[in-house]
């Protein structure tokens, strides 16, 4: 069983930065990849993630935080993080890491995954 614990959320005004931390604990398989979804205020979780990275360090974006997000990993503690610049009001959402062993071709698509964090709120307002 895997634990994903998400930090790093907050407001942050138009324009701004956030990182979003993603610590894993357990027993981590071999090979897996770890995503980032989130949900809107008053609307269900997003299929497609914005991003995800595997064991091996491939990264995908959604097209909606190409550019404006990135994804990076801490192997020694399990971390995986998610810098979020020039964020906008509709990245206003509660956001989700999750990880799974079994995917398929970028590890966007929030089915694949069974173990799920708790969720860290973002909120862009001014």
């Known amino acids: 069983q895997v634990h994903l614990v998400e930090s790093g959320g907050g407001l942050v005004q138009p324009g701004g930065s956030l990182r979003l931390s993603c610590a894993a604990s357990?027993?981590?398989?071999?090979?897996?990849?770890i995503g980032w979804f989130r949900q809107a205020p008053g609307k269900e979780r997003e299929r497609e993630g914005v991003?995800?990275?595997?064991?091996?360090?491939?990264?995908n974006y959604a097209d909606s935080v190409k550019g404006r997000f990135t994804i990076s990993r801490d192997n020694a503690d399990n971390t995986v993080y998610l810098e979020m610049n020039n964020l906008k009001p509709e990245d206003t959402a509660v956001y989700f890491c999750?990880?799974?062993?079994?995917?398929?071709?970028?590890?966007?698509?929030?089915?694949?995954?069974?173990?799920w964090g708790q969720g860290a709120q973002v909120t862009v307002s001014s």
């Open positions: 357990g027993e981590m398989p071999d090979i897996y990849v």
């Open positions: 991003s995800s990275i595997t064991s091996s360090g491939t990264i």
């Open positions: 999750a990880l799974t062993n079994l995917w398929g071709d970028e590890g966007l698509n929030q089915y694949e995954y069974e173990n």
